[in-house]
């Protein structure tokens, strides 16, 4: 992409935002994005998902789901991650999967990581996610689960009082085995992709984490279920020039490597990373994603292929959009 151009369109209703994404199977409903909505007086969010046409999206596709958890009283959540039967068959044809975080009444002020698997009719199963106290060295504030694809969900928690302890995780599924990232400070993972399809043993997590510089960067690792081995993190700076703020949000296969969205210091970027045939990155294509309004705030919080998706501010309020970058 020499000279890339950038085209904008507006998804979802106003005010409903758009986290993450997944590609489907089903030709009237091709995509699933996670989200969140409000509702109510008390205008707390909640967690939203859509299963339908990427644009323009239907409103019959959208799927409002409360998290049910016996004895606790749900009071705001938001879906971040989605995944597919398309890319995990074990889901079950026309189900779904998707993570995130929530607040209940007696649980205090903290979110709690959460996990739905089944059908978008609600009737599928509620788990949660909490990364144990005895591996996080501390009472946990919050655990945020940020993405899932195969056996794995990534994302990150934080300690009670413990202000920059901010760390990531990967946790198996089947397994149900945590382990913490420990690369630097304030690592976050936010996005995942399975290498070689379903079954793969192989990951690739994508986030960010605080450099040793004291400067936030991207980074890239990869990860195996066979054995729990955390591949070394490759760093990345926005434009390539060190010293720039970077986070990478969302990952998807594009090419002979990956298409990412990114927060920078300018808002947001989409990226293209390829792999060399020993494993290791090349340097990124990066692409700045102005606010399609002319406003300095907008977000990129997720991606597929050369389609990044985020919300902007337009009247007061949020609007989410979709940016595709084409040559």
Do not use: C
Not at 86 to 113: M, Q, T, W
Not at 223 to 232: A, K, L, R
Not at 234 to 249: A, D, R, V
Not at 271 to 281: F, L, M, P, Q, T
């Amino acid at each position: 992409m020499t000279n890339p151009q950038i085209a904008y369109n507006n998804i979802f209703a106003a005010d409903y935002s758009v986290t993450g994404i997944r590609r489907d199977s089903g030709k009237d409903a091709p995509v699933l994005i996670t989200g969140t909505y409000e509702t109510g007086s008390s205008k707390q969010p909640q967690g939203l998902l859509y299963h339908g046409p990427f644009y323009p999206t239907d409103s019959s596709g959208y799927i409002f789901l409360a998290p049910t958890f016996p004895g606790q009283t749900v009071t705001t959540s938001v879906f971040y991650g989605p995944n597919t039967s398309l890319f995990d068959p074990e889901i079950g044809e026309g189900n779904l999967r998707a993570v995130g975080s929530y607040k209940y009444s007696e649980g205090g002020h903290g979110d709690h990581g959460m996990m739905y698997q089944g059908s978008p009719d609600g009737s599928g199963t509620w788990t949660q996610i909490n990364v144990p106290e005895s591996l996080a060295g501390g009472t946990i504030a919050n655990t945020i689960p940020h993405s899932t694809m195969g056996d794995l969900v990534v994302g990150n928690y934080d300690l009670a009082g413990k202000p920059g302890s901010g760390n990531a995780f990967i946790y198996n599924i089947k397994t149900g085995v945590y382990q913490v990232l420990n690369i630097g400070p304030l690592a976050t993972a936010y996005g995942i992709w399975q290498n070689g399809g379903a079954g793969s043993s192989s990951y690739t997590v994508a986030g960010g984490y605080k450099s040793k510089a004291d400067v936030n960067l991207g980074f890239l690792l990869d990860y195996d279920t066979m054995n729990g081995s955390i591949g070394t993190p490759t760093p990345f700076s926005y434009k390539n020039q060190p010293g720039l703020i970077t986070h990478f949000e969302g990952i998807t296969l594009f090419g002979s490597g990956y298409s990412l969205a990114a927060t920078t210091d300018d808002g947001a970027a989409f990226a293209i990373v390829e792999r060399n045939s020993d494993g290791s990155y090349r340097e990124p294509l990066w692409v700045p994603i102005p606010n399609p309004a002319g406003t300095k705030l907008n977000t990129a919080n997720s991606v597929l292929d050369n389609s990044l998706i985020g919300i902007y501010t337009s009247n007061g309020g949020i609007q989410s959009y979709v940016a595709t970058v084409s040559p």
